[in-house]
């Protein structure tokens, strides 16, 4: 099975800040890469899709890139509703692995 | 509007059995592919189903291959799981999933207790 690596597993940043999460891939996918957001209770979003699709109805301050092995999710500019968890997921094959998910709190 | 309404979930011994049960609306079931995924309590995401749109194609995770079942009833619009031999670590919220390839809309998900 393919192995998602997301890094850092927390990250503390404040409203208004750039931030990057990081999805290593344990071999190459090409670009079947996808992003979710979630938060607590709650099930999760897709933001991303195709590593660098956005969904619609998600906002544009959201942007993914990568291909073969490593991929990133940014954020330009921390809103409150931003602060969640957030997953990377691989489409290549099965079974579909995700990340163990990096937890985005307000500093 | 896409609406995925889990259900059947509860409180279950080790070794029991239960269904649980995904209602689809405000689309065309029968054109789409479907998953389950799972998250045990504070834990992160697990795929642990998929099935095609006719049912010709299924997959499983390796945690769950031999025991549990997934299957469709398109006239009924309704995905289900069929969990058998249940162990303490099958406890999660169980989310049925739109397959695009990437996983576009999500129940609200249905919590599994297997527990003594």
């Known amino acids: 099975a393919i192995q998602l690596t997301q890094s850092p597993s927390s990250l503390s940043a404040s409203v208004g800040d750039r931030v990057t999460i990081t999805c290593r891939a344990s071999q190459g996918i090409s670009s079947a890469l996808a992003w979710y957001q979630q938060k607590p209770g709650k099930a999760p979003k897709l933001l991303i899709y195709d590593a660098s699709s956005l969904e619609s109805g998600v906002p544009s301050r959201f942007s993914g890139s990568g291909s073969g092995t490593d991929f990133t999710l940014t954020i330009s500019s921390l809103q409150p509703e931003d602060f969640a968890t957030y997953y990377c997921q691989q489409f290549n094959n099965y079974p579909r692995t995700f990340g163990q998910g990096t937890r985005l709190e307000i500093k | 509007e896409v609406q995925l309404v889990e259900s059947g979930g509860g409180l279950v011994q080790p070794g029991g059995s239960l269904r649980l049960s995904c209602a689809a609306s405000?689309?065309?079931?029968?054109?789409?592919?479907m998953n389950w995924v799972r998250q045990a309590p504070g834990k992160g995401l697990e795929w642990v189903s998929y099935i095609s749109s006719s049912s010709s194609t299924i997959y499983y995770a390796d945690s769950v291959k031999g025991r549990f079942t997934i299957s469709r009833d398109n006239a009924k619009n309704s995905l289900y799981l069929q969990m058998n031999s249940l162990r303490a670590e099958d406890t999660a919220v169980y989310y049925c999933?739109?397959?695009?390839?990437?996983?576009?809309?999500w129940g609200q998900g249905t919590l599994v207790t297997v527990s003594s």
């Open positions: 405000g689309f065309t079931f029968s054109s789409y592919s």
């Open positions: 999933a739109r397959d695009l390839q990437w996983l576009d809309y």
